[in-house]
């Protein structure tokens, strides 16, 4: 069992920085895959970056590239999404999740743990 626990979420005007942590739990955090996904209201759940767990493979959803990078740091177990340049259409509800399988993909239904999520929104 892991959980993983969101934060940072909040309100930012257009082209505002955001960064957002998750903090996860286990022994074998370090050899999980890690993603990031978000959902707006009234739409599905999409991709917006995921990292292996070498950090070899890092992939990002195209509406995010050169905008966010992901990050993590294995020895506090944590996994930070930093975004910047922010845009309205960027409000959603964030979550983290972990694949055990170890290896980055953007299929929502390849991740096993998920976050509560945390709140991201980005004023006009």
């Known amino acids: 069992q892991v959980d993983l626990v969101e934060s940072g979420g909040g309100l930012m005007s257009t082209g505002g920085s955001l960064r957002l942590s998750c903090r996860g739990s286990?022994?074998?955090?370090?050899?999980?895959?890690m993603g990031w996904f978000r959902q707006a209201p009234g739409k599905e759940r999409e991709f917006v970056a995921a990292q292996s767990w070498t950090g070899a493979a890092v992939h990002y959803a195209d509406s995010v590239k050169g905008r966010f990078t992901f990050l993590r740091d294995n020895a506090v177990k944590t996994v930070y999404l930093q975004m910047n340049s922010l845009k309205p259409e960027d409000t959603a509800l964030y979550y983290c999740?972990?694949?055990?399988?170890?290896?980055?993909?953007?299929?929502?239904?390849?991740?096993?743990?998920w976050g509560q999520g945390t709140q991201v929104t980005v004023s006009s």
């Open positions: 286990g022994p074998n955090f370090s050899a999980y895959a």
């Open positions: 999740a972990a694949d055990p399988e170890g290896m980055a993909t953007i299929r929502a239904s390849e991740f096993t743990y």
